[in-house]
């Protein structure tokens, strides 16, 4: 019978059927309509989400419908699967009016709306499309954003999922918009009045490409292939062409020609560069050819184009762009265009929609014409000057648009094929069959066929190969993208399912032809068609064979029936019932069929298989049969399982078992055990009744048939076997033994392939054993793969299954008989006759290091077999590798059919390699296992003894882990700390933690006030760690504070009036104000980076309050009452310093966005300054480079001179060292000298002039730039200008000069490249001692022609203005240099004549300069510090005492030059070991500071008042500043001392400077709350000069020797150091012990250092690794050698470091000795048993839940477990043998060993299986590990899994058990050696797990060796040996198999 008639006489049914209606428009009711006008006028488009509908509104896709029923469209996806546990589900994006609406359902969840918009004009389209964003890093990957793009006339709005919005203007009207993998594609409307456009005009382009809603709209080009000629690229401007479809993978796009009627394919791709420059090139080819008469040719071409006489091999007529002439600029065709030109105008006007806004005009233009005239003549064609266009408009588009895409031809439609009109694809779609070949289908619905293209991608391109054309008949089609199928709607309104090109079966959909009038019924015709309701129960299957029994129904008969049904559907039923009229919208396997009566109703076309199994089997099948045999048997089980009533899920094996038997030739009724299986299924009718006809109904005929069944008979003999638990009471062998042998069918479809499929089966199964979860699985599969074996007589295999599963194999007996001539017909693979795959026994062997050959594997279906026996190879057997380069050692992939097993020879000598060090192979195959997708729940389902080596190397791993392990490796390892840590979450910043915040704050202050300080965002928590033992904290946030008013205790004396008493008061306020103003430059350092603001809120600045309050009564004292005199603009500066304190809390990782910066602007105009100095701090907290240039500009031009200040540093700080050019022309505008001599003067102040000229410095940084060196180097000695310019203030732009130029030059040295002509060193030295001013060179000569009127210098340098900024110059340019000759010019002078020369300042400055430039020889001691000093000061200060003094020696002079020299030294010290806390260093400093200190408070002796109060404050003040840079950010309790005692001397000589350097001592010692300290790199030293400047201002407006903002540079030099570890368990901060190892250096040798974290860490560079020690926390290790990135990483996101407490240990928080630890207690319990381990104190140990549970149920013994005791003391003692030792994964490991001994001491084993894994382990364990030197052994391997005492209690119980057995049994094993057949009785069970244990081989194979005259047991020995029978084995042997002897009694051990 033929094929195709099975095939068309099959059916089945589809699922239930579900009205359908989208969802979207129940949803657009419900939109308000009435309001939507005003609404509209309310708010902006961008605005209007789903706030208003426009549902009532008429829209129109095309045209206005008459019905003014709008005209809606919806299309239906799957939703786009995220790596989440999400259910699949379906999106539907509905367009209707001014609407559209995205919704999701799933099947357990209704429908909601995601997201609806409305626009103000109809929607033409609505689609999704994904845009790339490419990354700035080429290692990333790109990001895709999904997004809903809505068309509508003028534009395209694009909605991204991630919130951002883009509005795209249209610049010519759209057709269609397209999806495509790169973007979106436009398909320009073709207005049909452009027939009468000027000759001249080219066609315009039709297909243009979008690739990101920001990117410009460019036309698409395509490479046409001719005949004879290679590709040419042009633009795609053919008018005919029109888009059908496109797919985004592969990316093709699919063109239909509506003047030659042909479909076209195209592969869509990006252009290359050199096709985009072939496009730049093209238009100055011509040359030669640009005369008069190329005009002529010009036309020509044109003309023949449209002619379509063009490339006859191209469907694309467009103009190629090379070989074309330009038409020359000839005044014959400029005469026409001075008239105005008619057709330029036409094709203007008609470009635009009337909606267009004007701006867009000019894109408009450019799009009509530029695109194809590159050339300046073209456009003195179109748009001469005095034609209505504006010429100017069209200048600055010349160039031509470059294309983004190029599309490729791939495939046409063969010409002559289809030559009538209209054969457009109405619908186009991409499909796969069942065997994965793909087609490119689409419905060509006037012929009513669906064309199907096949398609592969070839090898060596990404290219694609169309092959063959099949026509389908069919009305309608749609693919099934789930099931790898398409449902076809064929002419008669049937539905037909196919896969790929094949026909499947007919679709029956239950319920779609019931509603039918009834009396219909009576026509006299055998009603074959209509499925009544009576009728509709009695359901059909497809028949398979059935020679015994035919259907009295005739066979003929069916077969015209099919003639009658298509007459009789298409007569009398089509105005009864609704037919099908058309398919859409196929999501997965679900379709919506539309009905005549426009109704929709949704099905789902049922699975191919739903079992894991059948699915598994069917993979196997589909891979060892050819193509079009597989696809066979696919269709034939898609049919027989999916028939209609077909069966429930679990009869689905038997199902598939007898379909496949059936298949291959067997007659399942005849065989018991799969005529069992039709017993199982009562409810079915018989798997095989008969063919069921098209769309057949019953009759009496077949109640008759089925009532003479076979399937009756059975059922009537077992009356109850439905009911559940009755089963077992089927006799199994219910035939006659003596019954007739059976034979098998040799014509069955599959019976050639049977041993192949016998093979891949068996392969399955193999893989099958080694899923816990597929168990059952496997046992189903033995039933079938044993009669197979029996019938192929392969006796090993049958052997295998009787080990594997002794009790259930013992009952099969009957074989069938295969003749010899028919196993002549069968093809018997190579791969049967080797030796029989048993994984078990491979791995086995690898453990036992035998030779081991290569396992046969399913590529993609036995993939677990493939994962496991590499990682044995990997790290059992050593090869490093098995997983690369030696796959095929240990794997043969089954398509090798040619080859047999690997050479024995070359895996001989491999395995002699010495073994590499685990470590590194356990690393190896974690990474390798997670690269391979395996997790840590695949592992669990691996069985216990195949996964303890990986479970071993996981262990190791788990020890000693890489820092820089992926989050996938960590969670294998089951290291959640590094899981967490390679995930990159920062310290959680919304949920304070609770438990740790100890209620710090001091009981005085209330909540109100608390908010207002600004420093209440540092991290509690972390604090409180570091500095447990005190309040300091408090204590900073006290002497900090500046928004509470101050007391001012003055006492009332009688004799004062009170007028008199109050100017007191408020001079006394006055006096504390210089310290409150003084505040915020401290606190700024104090809260550095600590908050990240709320995106919606402004930021927090706390107020400056200069009020105060005076005791006892509490009265209000107030600057402001008019009694004293207060300076003007007191307050400026420190408002701005209050600003920048505010916005420094703001960390770098936050989220600012520059409307954010811009929304912080105060309303108050007294508020600027603040934001002035935000701004600035958002600069140096990288923030600024977010507000966009228009803001700055905006600021820029409002002219408040703070702002200018703040903007210009904050800016350039944020661009550190970048040279950005837009950057350098905003501060050029500030720096007279930057600009050209002839440029206007403009007036800029002259401290914005000082911020500018520090801010080229750091834009600059270190790049040796050579024209702002020499700029800066002239602005160092800037003299005063003629007209009082330049005069006020001349040092602070000195110095700012100076500190530039050195930062343009940082530590360049004497290597400046380029400037040995500008004499930098001598230039600067010159500034600095002093001499003839040199005369400008450069541009700016002219400026100083004439000096100034008022300051006479003459032509000398004044050094008191220059000198600072030179030292400070030299000092940068040879920083770190140790250039000893440069150092030596700034040695302190050593004649007191010199000295009376110099400023004492000024030699601070130069011992600060001459030792930085000496770094390495600063030393943190007071012999260096003193060696400073010249001879001739020490001396004197000696001799002082003794009166001895001679009379030229000026003492003042001496004394002061003695403490600045000390001052710069401690400087140098600071700054050397700045942020290191060296005890040296700091003992040393401390000890200068405590004799400063001592000088200003003992005012008894003479010495305070000779240097002056002055001098002794500047120099204590310096001396404080550098030891708080050595102890910055450690909150050093002495300096903090030193801090506060300074604080409260508000008297005297301490102004407003002074209290700003004490408080940026105390900021700088407790940096950014203890989380940050300072940097020693070349950059931080830099910023920290510009900041520290020993000079501090004199009052709070005092800007003349140093510009105040630059106090905040500091910043720029702190980095974060804190290492903070986080328990991953609670998220909270704890404490742990770390090893921290430094590198060696030329003063230390590589040391360790034990820390308590949390730490501070030393410069990254010094570091070589950080370990975090045992034995409380898991270990983990920072190896710096590698590089510092990781760390770098952790310390930037908070310094956090996730560690994992170990099981049993509590933080040392609660437990600081380690007392309390619950291992601890067992040394001094008495009792030795294990049972004092209770099982509530699990919690203690382990916070995993199934632990906990495990605990409460099984290991406490309750009132029913009284007989179980010994089972609890076991569970109790596994549980605590799992916690301590910390692999809670071991426990199921442990409980399924004792169930295996259990077992066999109960000698009731159904299967070896565990048997199997208890060998495993025993063979591992054996092996001393994996390691084979002993002392390893030890250290890692098992020692660590099971215990060593575990291991010999399994192994001597197993024996035992055996041993017993062997000793009542031994005949039985004996009949087994010999061959014999077993007797019925005995227990052949343990025989079964005898054999396994042991390893001995099967009785084939041992058979085969000759035991003939091996008298002697070595003889004996050496043969066995050769199968690999272990010793212990034998000797077990010996007394059965060696005749002499008689030692059978005793067993050896």
């Known amino acids: 019978m033929s094929n195709v008639y099975e095939e068309r006489s099959t059916m089945i049914a589809a699922g239930e059927l579900q009205s359908f209606v989208p969802f979207g428009r129940e949803h657009c009711k419900n939109h308000p309509n009435a309001v939507n006008l005003q609404l509209r006028q309310l708010q902006p488009a961008s605005e209007l989400w789903s706030s208003d509908g426009a549902a009532g509104l008429v829209g129109s896709l095309q045209e206005v419908s008459l019905q003014e029923r709008e005209k809606e469209y919806w299309q239906l996806r799957k939703g786009p699967t995220v790596a989440t546990d999400e259910a699949e589900y379906e999106e539907e994006l509905y367009v209707a009016g001014h609407m559209v609406i995205w919704s999701r359902g799933t099947k357990s969840q209704a429908s909601y709306v995601y997201k609806a918009f409305t626009v103000d004009s109809p929607v033409q389209q609505a689609l999704w499309c994904n845009f790339t964003v490419p990354q700035s890093h080429k290692d990333k990957k790109e990001k895709v954003e999904q997004s809903v793009c809505i068309v509508q006339s003028t534009c395209v709005n694009v909605h991204t999922v991630s919130g951002k919005d883009f509005i795209s203007p249209l610049p010519f009207q759209v057709s269609t918009l397209w999806p495509t993998t790169f973007g979106l594609l436009f398909e320009r409307k073709n207005i049909i009045s452009d027939a009468p456009m000027s000759p001249t005009r080219e066609p315009l382009p039709t297909l243009f490409s979008m690739l990101h809603p920001l990117d410009e709209i460019a036309p698409v080009v395509c490479k046409t292939t001719g005949l004879f000629e290679t590709g040419r690229l042009q633009y795609v401007s053919d008018s005919a062409l029109r888009v059908l479809f496109s797919c985004e993978e592969p990316s093709i796009i699919m063109t239909y020609d509506t003047l030659q009627c042909s479909h076209t394919v195209w592969a869509l791709r990006k252009v290359t560069p050199e096709e985009q420059s072939t496009l730049l090139k093209w238009p100055g080819q011509d040359g030669p050819a640009q005369t008069p008469t190329a005009a002529a040719t010009f036309l020509g071409a044109h003309l023949r184009n449209v002619t379509r006489l063009d490339s006859p091999g191209s469907p694309l007529h467009c103009h190629a762009l090379h070989n074309q002439s330009r038409v020359p600029s000839s005044p014959s065709l400029h005469s026409r265009a001075h008239s105005p030109n008619i057709s330029n105008m036409a094709a203007l006007s008609r470009a635009h929609s009337p909606g267009i806004a004007a701006p867009s005009f000019t894109g408009a233009q450019r799009f009509n014409m530029s695109c194809h005239s590159p050339s300046p003549r073209a456009h003195s064609l179109l748009a001469s000057p005095n034609s209505t266009l504006n010429d100017t408009a069209l200048l600055p588009e010349m160039e031509p648009i470059l294309p983004d895409l190029c599309i490729e031809q791939l495939w046409s439609e063969s010409a002559a094929a289809y030559r009538e009109k209209s054969c457009q694809a109405s619908k186009v779609f991409i499909t796969s069959d069942l065997c994965e070949s793909r087609y490119l289908c689409f419905l060509v619905e006037s012929h009513q066929q669906l064309r199907c293209v096949k398609f592969l991608e070839s090898n060596e391109t990404s ?32 539905l037909v399912l196919y896969t790929g090109i094949t026909r499947v079966s007919k679709v029956f959909v239950p319920g779609l032809l019931l509603n039918l009038p009834n009396h219909l019924t009576h026509l006299n015709t055998p009603l074959e068609n209509v499925s009544t309701p009576a009728k509709a129960t009695v359901q059909h299957m497809s028949r398979l064979e059935e020679p015994d029994m035919p259907s009295p129904v005739s066979e003929v008969r069916s077969s015209v029936q099919h003639n009658e049904s298509s007459w009789l559907e298409d007569s009398t039923f089509q105005p009864a019932a609704p037919h099908i009229q058309a398919l859409r919208d196929p999501v997965s396997n679900r379709v919506t069929m539309e009905l005549s009566n426009s109704s929709m109703l949704r099905i789902t076309i049922p699975e191919v298989a739903t079992s894991e199994l059948v699915k598994r089997c069917l993979q196997a099948i589909r891979f060892i049969l050819p193509k079009d045999m597989a696809m066979k048997v696919l269709v034939k089980w898609y049919n027989i399982y999916n028939a209609p009533g077909g069966p429930s899920m679990h009869q689905e094996w038997n199902l598939f078992v007898t379909c496949f038997m059936t298949l291959m030739g067997y007659n399942t009724e005849r065989l018991a055990w799969t005529r069992n299986l039709h017993i199982e299924v009562p409810l079915s009718p018989v798997i095989a009744p008969k063919k069921a006809r098209p769309a057949d109904t019953g009759s009496d005929e077949d109640w008759a048939y089925l009532c003479a069944s076979d399937y009756h008979c059975q059922v009537l003999a077992q009356p109850a076997v439905g009911v559940p638990g009755l089963q077992e009471a089927v006799p199994i062998a219910s035939m006659e033994e003596g019954g007739p042998v059976v034979g098998l069918e040799p014509s069955a479809l599959l019976f050639p392939h049977i041993p192949a499929l016998f093979y891949v089966l068996h392969l399955l199964y193999e893989d099958l054993k080694l899923d816990e979860l597929q168990r059952g699985g496997a046992r189903s599969l033995i039933g079938l793969l044993q009669q197979l074996a029996r019938d192929l007589q392969l006796e090993e295999y049958i052997d295998l299954y009787w080990r594997d599963y002794p009790s259930f194999i013992k009952t099969f007996k009957e074989a069938c008989v295969i003749d010899q001539a028919q196993l002549e017909q069968v093809s018997w693979p190579m791969y049967l006759n080797g030796e029989v795959p048993c994984v078990f026994s491979w791995l086995s062997s690898c453990l036992r290091g035998q030779e081991v050959p290569p396992f046969p594997y399913l590529p993609g279906i036995c993939e677990r077999t493939k994962l496991l026996v590499l990682s044995y190879a990997l790290y059992v057997v050593g090869d490093e590798n098995a997983v690369s380069t030696n796959v095929s050692k240990y794997l043969t992939r089954l398509t090798d059919k040619k080859k047999g097993f690997g050479e024995p020879a070359l895996r001989r000598q491999s395995s002699v390699k010495p073994c590499a060090p685990s470590g590194c192979l356990a690393e190896k195959l974690v990474v390798w296992l997670t690269s391979a997708g395996f997790l840590s729940n695949d592992l669990e389902s691996v069985p216990f003894g195949v996964a303890l080596p990986i479970r071993d190397a996981i262990t190791q791993c788990r020890e000693h882990p890489c820092s820089d392990w992926s989050e996938e490796v960590c969670a294998l390892i089951g290291r959640e700390d590094l899981t967490k840590q390679a995930h990159k979450v920062s310290l959680a910043k919304g949920k304070p933690m609770v438990g740790l915040n100890i209620p710090l704050e001091p009981p005085v202050t209330s909540e109100a006030d608390e908010e207002e300080d600004g420093m209440v965002d540092l991290h509690p928590e972390v604090t409180g760690l570091i500095w447990n033992q005190d309040l300091r904290v408090q204590e900073v946030r006290r002497l900090l504070q500046s928004s509470r008013p101050v007391r001012v205790n003055v006492p009332h004396l009688p004799e004062v009036s009170d007028h008199e008493y109050i100017e007191e008061k408020e001079n006394k306020l006055l006096q504390l104000c210089q310290r409150t103003m003084a505040l915020p430059v401290g606190r700024g350092l104090f809260t550095l980076f600590s908050y990240h603001p709320v995106p919606t809120e402004p930021l927090p600045v706390p107020k400056l309050n200069l009020t105060g309050r005076a005791p006892p009564r509490n009265t209000m004292v107030d600057l402001n009452s008019g009694n004293i005199d207060v300076p003007p603009n007191m307050t400026s500066w420190p408002s701005f310093h209050n600003g920048v304190a505010a916005g420094l809390k703001i960390a770098p990782a936050s989220q600012v966005e520059s409307a ?16 002035a100095g935000f701004l600035m701090a958002l600069g140096l907290n990288g923030h600024l480079t977010k507000l966009a240039t228009l803001n700055i500009h905006d600021y820029l031009t409002k002219g408040h001179e703070m702002t200018s200040i703040g903007l210009l540093l904050g800016v350039s700080a944020a661009k550190l060292g970048t040279m950005d050019m837009s950057i350098t022309r905003l501060l050029s505008i500030h720096i007279p000298a930057l600009l050209p001599p002839t440029s206007t003067e403009l007036d800029v102040p002259h401290s914005v002039q000082v911020a500018a000229v520090v801010a080229i410095g750091l834009v600059y940084q270190g790049t040796g730039h050579r024209h702002n060196a020499e700029v800066l180097l002239a602005e160092i000695g800037r003299p005063p200008g003629p007209e009082m310019e330049y005069c006020t203030d001349r040092e602070s732009y000195s110095l700012a000069a100076g500190l530039a130029l050195g930062m343009v030059c940082l530590g360049h040295g004497s290597n400046l490249i380029g400037m040995t002509d500008l004499n930098v060193p001598e230039q600067l030295y010159q500034y600095m001692v002093g001499g003839h001013r040199r005369s400008h060179a450069g541009m700016n000569r002219e400026k100083h022609k004439s000096p100034s009127y008022q300051i006479k210098e003459g032509d000398t340098i004044n050094v008191d203005v220059t000198c600072p900024g030179a030292t400070l110059a030299l000092a940068m340019i040879y920083l770190k240099t140790n250039n000893r000759s440069i150092a030596d010019w700034l040695k302190a002078p050593d004649t007191m004549f010199l000295l009376d020369f110099i400023k004492p300042e000024f030699l601070l400055l130069r011992t600060l300069a001459r030792c930085i430039i000496m770094w390495d020889e600063i030393l943190p001691n007071q012999e260096w510090l003193t060696s400073n000093v010249p001879q001739i000061i020490k001396d004197s200060i000696g001799l002082q005492e003794e009166a001895l003094v001679s ?58 008042t000779v240097p002056g109060q002055y001098n002794l404050q500047t120099c204590l003040s310096m001396v404080l500043l550098a030891t708080s840079m050595v102890m910055a950010g450690s909150g050093d309790l002495k300096v903090l001392q030193l801090c506060r005692f300074l604080h409260k001397r508000t008297f005297g000589e301490m102004n407003y ?14 940096l950014g709350g203890g989380r940050y300290t300072l940097s020693t790199s070349n950059s931080a030293i830099a910023a920290l000069l510009c900041a520290l400047y020993p000079h501090f201002p004199a009052h709070s407006t005092d800007n003349r020797y140093h510009l105040q903002a630059l106090r905040h540079l500091c910043v720029l030099a702190a980095e974060p150091r804190l290492l903070v570890p986080v328990d991953v368990d609670t998220l909270k901060p704890c404490y742990a012990l770390l090893d921290v190892t430094y590198k060696a250096t030329q003063w230390y040798e590589e040391t360790t250092v034990e820390l308590m974290a949390p730490t501070m860490l030393s410069e990254l560079h010094l570091l070589k690794q950080i370990k975090v020690k045992g034995p409380r926390y898991w270990e983990l290790n920072i190896d710096l050698s590698k590089g510092t990135q990781h760390l770098k990483s952790i310390l930037s996101r908070d310094g956090i470091l996730y560690v994992k407490l170990r099981a049993g240990h509590l933080p040392y928080k609660d437990d600081p000795r380690g007392w309390k630890s619950l291992l601890a207690p067992s040394v001094n319990n008495r009792n030795p048993e294990v049972r004092t381990f209770k099982p509530e104190a699990i919690s203690t140990f382990t916070s995993d839940a199934a632990l906990v549970s495990f605990a409460e149920y099984f290991c406490k013994a309750s009132e029913n477990m009284k007989h179980k005791q010994e089972t609890v003391a076991l569970f109790s003692a596994i549980l605590y043998e799992c916690v301590t030792q910390e692999n809670p994964e071991m426990l199921p490991t442990h409980i399924s060993i004792d169930q295996v001994m259990k077992a066999l001491e109960r000698a009731d084993v159904s299967e070896t299986f565990g048997l199997w894994q208890m060998k495993l382990v025993l063979e591992l364990c054996e092996r001393g590990g994996l390691q084979q030197k002993p002392q390893e052994a030890c250290r890692h391997g098992c020692g660590q899994l099971l215990r060593s005492e575990l291991l010999p209690v399994m192994k001597s119980s197993a024996d035992r058990a055996l041993d017993c057995w062997l000793r009542d049994n031994s005949h039985v094993l004996q009949a087994y050696v010999s061959g014999q057949p077993l007797s019925e009785d005995a227990n052949i069970s343990m025989l079964a797990c005898f054999l396994v244990y042991h390893s001995i081989p099967s009785s084939k194979r041992m058979a085969t060796i000759d035991l003939e005259g091996s008298s002697s047991f070595p003889m004996f020995l050496l043969k066995f040996s050769q199968l690999g029978v272990p010793v212990r084995a034998l000797l077990r042997l010996r007394p059965l198999l060696l005749p002499t002897g008689g030692c059978a009694a005793e067993l050896p051990r």
């Open 1553 to 1566: 400077g002074f209290h700003m350097a004490h408080h940026m001592a105390l900021g700088l010692l407790f």
């Open 1447 to 1504: 009379e030229d020696l000026n003492m003042e002079t001496l004394i002061q030059a003695h403490d600045y020299i000390i001052a710069g030294a401690c400087m140098a010290v600071g700054f050397r070991f700045a942020g290191s806390a060296n005890s040296d260093a700091f003992e040393c400093l401390y000890k200068f500071a405590r004799n400063f200190m001592q000088s200003l408070t003992t005012t008894t002796s003479s010495t305070a």
């Open 1156 to 1171: 954010w910066i811009a929304y912080n602007k105060p309303k108050s105009a007294e508020l600027a300054n603040e934001y």
């Open 463 to 494: 290219q694609l190969i169309f092959t063959s054309v099949t026509s389908i008949p069919a009305k309608d089609a749609v693919p099934l993208e789930g099931i790898d199928a398409l449902l076809v709607l064929e002419s008669n309104g049937s």
